[in-house]
């Protein structure tokens, strides 16, 4: 049996226990609502950031009342005959442009240095529902940036807390050596005492950071990412399958990650999430090390998806650091 | 005695703590009723009947919850006592289980009887780890009688009962936060659904009671639901524990009947014996810090003129424009010579403190309130201060995984509705506010 | 930088166990479900600082070890609740509640009082390592303010001569 519910208008059937993010999802377009910290390959991610919350006019066809409260639609299931307003709820827009101003009340708004820029869903979403001006007067909080282990580096000042770096450790490593340290505006994701995550999948980390609280050391200031062209390519892996997509400027490899769907999540490759192994990522950046299928659509609405790659710059930008 | 009636009555005997002397005092004699002559289904009946309502705070009918436990065969149900009491202003639980622990642990075994759990906890916040040792110590003695452990009473029902400590979190006395706790994690509220009732403690169905309501099971199973919803008005049954503090001239825990006048429970002689120091009243929080403070000529009276009561109903009345709730019946009452601008920035730093700082709303919204206040008592406040506040209280208020934003909010938003003159005068007169306080205000003349 | 205290990790440290706190952590492993070990952990920890005074990352360690839990979940819950020492603490740990009710009945002024009489700041230990002053939020002791909790003793009712009886009774080990 599958349940019908409608979102902006627009109606959708799907299996019962289903989030109504992700029926959104089956909508596509203005209805989905934006997602920080859910992620739908990693069961157990989702509720904490709020971006998607939603107004739910009708709970069901048995009992049609509206919820009172906006309820996060990443852990929500839908009903049969739920009605949901999402893009066109003008309460919704509010209280998400207020999500997006507590996201940004600490974040330090380093774009211009920091290497997620252009891929950036925080960057994608104030573009979005921030405000030009910022409220808060406060002195920010700030950490300094650690390396943990020699591929990663952790700048806490950027991260939003959505825990899914915990999530990835816990379901792709035997051994979590990080986690979510001290509690409420001093919460930070921390080894504690000086410890490199090392571990075949910590790579992955990088993928799934929303912002850029966690990047790859081996392409830090190497280039913008719009400068570089996504490529599909493959490698036969005894760890991963070895699918990925691979960024190139000419000839050279500048970085390697999964390949992401519109969601900005890995994706699923004969039916299983294509997470990448270390190797892969990171250990093979020559154009010979990989079969190149071809270019990657990014399909998502960031900066990197308005067809201004290096078609017309002659060299990247130097390194700066 | 008037303000000692169910739960409070053998408070003052002495040696009650013990097993002897508080069995001498008919303790224990609902257990062998519940067991001896009544099926579970019969207690939940009783409980049901007796309107009682959660004693943590939310008041949400105690019979009720337990009739939404899912009860799938084969997997174990729990029934876990919430004593992680941390509200400020409130400490009733504290003083039950220290006094008269006995009354804790025979509401146990009944609501554990009535809900088929044959595995309790009692999680109790760590720092009153010398009351865990006074509820471990009744709890030997509750198993050498035969009141505890394997058929009990030859009833052929069985129940171990263990106390747990936290380790220092308000959150956790939120229900799933004190699960996670209790399961040896960090105290972070969990997304609902699935509740407690369908996946609780370890996945499994899980009842959490506050203490007092827990306590209250014991002379609802001996005198009956009805004699426990005879007392009191309305939706309003049976007696709460009242914590009164602040500047009162008698501070303390009071057993009050539902229905009590505030004006009675404040300046009767019963009760606190009005303001400390022959003071006037300023405000009242009457629920706990999380609810709405009241100014002092809505706090006896309600906005239309009537008699404010010490009823879940009565403390609401006017809702967030000019009443508050009753809560956690931790009543924190304010002289006219205290400072409401510092009071709010004070409990905005608790919430702050206490934040799990898991969803964004409160972990930022709770900081940036607190740093904002923190500007204003201090003397470097600016006049869109104010509106920002209001502003960053209804961003938080119901966008939060856990009620700790709205409990976050609500004391925020209620001072600058009712004291906006003192907030405004705290920033127009920086140096002056940090040596006199601003006084009472006045009542706004109703046309 | 956090705001939060540091760890402090001397791989040189040896860290065992007496027997006596062995015990006590068994007996509390014994009273949760096998497999829910976990459980146990927030009152070993309390059961570890009483030993210690405070938790060193080693002893954090060897808890994990002992409950067969990853470190760092000793890491994270260590750090989310207030009542654990991450870092040396005095003999005497003075934690003060500084929240609404306590401050209604004079908890600044006490602070105040007690950063004056023992010559440090809240947060900081006296020289001769007596004394550590901490500010605590809500203790639950509200109508029974100021007050303060020093190891499982809550002394209330106070009042800054009651509070330097109370200093004095410490330090002259009248208290222990």
Redesign the interface.
Known sequence: MMVKVTIDGIEVEVEPGTSILNAARKIGGDAVPPAMCYYSKLPGTGGKCRTCLVEVAAGSAADPRPMPKLVASCSTPVQDGMVVNNKTSERVHNNRGGVVEFLLANHPLDCPICDQAGECHLQDLGYEHGSAKTRYEEERRTFDPIDIGNKIKLHMNRCILCYRCVFVANQLTENRVHGVLHRGEHAEISTFIEQAVENDFSGNMIDVCPVGALTDRTFRFKSRVWFLKPMEAERSCTKCCGKAVVWMFGNDIYRVTARKDKYGEVEDIDGKTAWLCNDCRFEHKSANDWNIAGPRVINRHSVISQGKYATSMEKPVKRIG | MKNRRLLLEHVDVPGIDGIDVYVKQGGYASLEKALKKMSPEDVVEEVKKSGLRGRGGAGFPTGMKWSFLAKPEGVPRYLVCNADESEPGTFKDRYLMEKIPHLLIEGMILSSFALGANQSYIYIRGEFMYVLNILEKAIAEAYAKGYLGKNILGSGYDLDLVVTPGGGAYICGEETALLESLEGKRGNPRIKPPFPAVKGLWGCPTVVNNVESIAAVVPIVRDGGDAYAAIGIGRSTGTKLISACGNLARPGVYEIDLGLSVEEFIYGDDYCRGIANGKQLKACVPGGSSVPILPHFLVTKTATGEDRLMTYESLAEGGFASGSMLGSGGFIVFDEDQCIVRNTWNFARFYAHESCGQCSPCREGTGWMEKVLSRIEHGQGHMHDIDLLADINKKIEGNTICPLGDAAAWPVAAAIHHFREEFEWHIKHPSEAQTRNYGLIQQPVVA | ????SQ?V?DPNEVVVFSDSVIQQMNEVVK???QD?E??????I??IAQAEYGWLS?LVMNKIAEF?KI????V??????????HLQPVGKHVLEVC????C???GSDQLIEHMENKLNIKVGETTSDGMFTLKT??????????PLL?CR???HEHLSIEKVDALIEQYRNGEIQ
């Not at chain 3, 890491?75 to 654990?84: G, I, P, Q, R």
């Open positions: 930088m956090s705001h939060t760890p990790f009273k949760f479900p829910k976990k459980s146990a952990l927030i009152r920890l309390h990352v409950l990853q470190s760092i979940e890491y994270e819950v260590a750090t989310f609740y207030t009542m654990f500084r929240t609404g009710p401050m209604l009945v605590a939020e809500c203790l639950g002791g509200c109508g029974y303010g909790q499982n003793k809550y």
